[in-house]
């Protein structure tokens, strides 16, 4: 699951940079921190991420639920968020 989220965020990052200056591309990588996108960048990241997870899983996350995402989100990389979706996947799955 984790790999299929990860690609699905790669998706997101190549989305979200077609719109950034060349200089400042997101790097897709698990250590990218989030906190290169500005507040714009980062409500259309999570518009986005939850568009693909729904589209790769056919199931959609909240990713503003319980702050998930958002809370701290300057801490936040790739690879954490990829965790926190996975936990919401795999959460929701046992419900």
Known sequence: MHDRILQAIFRVIDEIN???????????????????????GMANFLVLAEQEINKEFGRGVNLLEEGSLVD??????????????????ERDSDD
């Open 18 to 40: 077609l719109q950034r200056p060349k200089r400042s591309k997101l790097a897709k990588s698990e250590g990218t921190k989030l906190a290169e996108l500005d507040s714009l």
């Open 72 to 89: 701290g989100f300057e801490r936040q990389t790739i690879g954490s968020a990829v965790g926190i979706i996975e936990r919401l996947l």
